[in-house]
């Protein structure tokens, strides 16, 4: 089945540790998305990729990294320098242009500071 | 700067009612609008899209009107069932310039919970 991947579902992290979410897609799209969610709050962008080799800062890069060395995979890594990392992450892909294309989004990775 | 805003933030009815859902964002130069829902702990489902072209769009008990000119896109659910419960999320998409890029922009959603 098409769709998009992302392991672990739930992570810890300790402090000053980086952890690196995994996010990998079989539906042949070009853009990639990773956003963040807290509770009660809207879906952030913390960065994106719409061709490989290539991606861009969201709202809220500060803290995290990325590569986009395949199409099909987009990891990202929540570094030390993330403050106030515990959250839900979720990786989202789709066609890059186009109105009537749609995003489509994983399962999500609870991420938490212990 | 485009926001969107998803009023109320949490909804109670009883199962059979029909109900509307609201959004609003604050600049009508949209590529696309999206409705999506989301189960606790789980990610984005997309529901409906409507093109900016559009006024609206249909699936099964499921209707959504997009008004540019208002800033306003509404999410119709005829005859709720328990099943429905779940948080609904609006996005609008943008087009930016130089270089072309793509953007979504998020509401913070509306929890729905229909009673048996």
């Known amino acids: 089945d098409g769709g998009i991947t992302q392991s672990p579902k739930y992570l810890f992290r300790k402090e000053g540790q980086n952890v690196t979410l995994s996010c990998e897609q079989n539906l042949n799209h070009d853009a990639m998305y990773w956003y963040r969610q807290d509770p009660g709050q809207g879906l952030r962008l913390i960065y994106y990729s719409q061709i490989v080799n290539d991606f861009q800062k969201g709202d809220i890069a500060e803290g995290y990294s990325v590569s986009r060395e395949k199409k099909e995979s987009f990891p990202l890594t929540v570094t030390s320098a993330q403050k106030n990392p515990t959250a839900f992450y979720l990786c989202?892909?789709?066609?890059?242009?186009?109105?009537?294309?749609?995003?489509?989004f994983g399962e999500g990775s609870w991420l938490t500071v212990v | 700067k485009q926001e969107v805003t998803q009023i109320p933030a949490a909804l109670s009815v009883p199962e059979g009612e029909n109900l509307v859902l609201n959004c609003s964002f604050t600049d009508s130069a949209i590529y696309n609008l999206q409705w999506f829902r989301q189960d606790p702990g789980k990610g984005l489902t997309s529901l409906l899209l409507i093109q900016s072209s559009q006024r609206e769009q249909t699936s099964g008990r499921l209707n959504a009107s997009l008004d540019k000119s208002s800033g306003r896109s509404t999410l119709y659910i005829a005859a709720s069932q328990p099943g429905d419960s779940a948080t609904y999320l609006c996005a609008v998409r943008l087009v930016l310039s130089n270089p072309r890029t793509y953007k979504y922009i998020f509401g913070t959603g509306t929890r729905l919970k229909v009673l048996a």
């Open positions: 989202a892909s789709s066609i890059f242009s186009g109105a009537g294309n749609t995003i489509y």
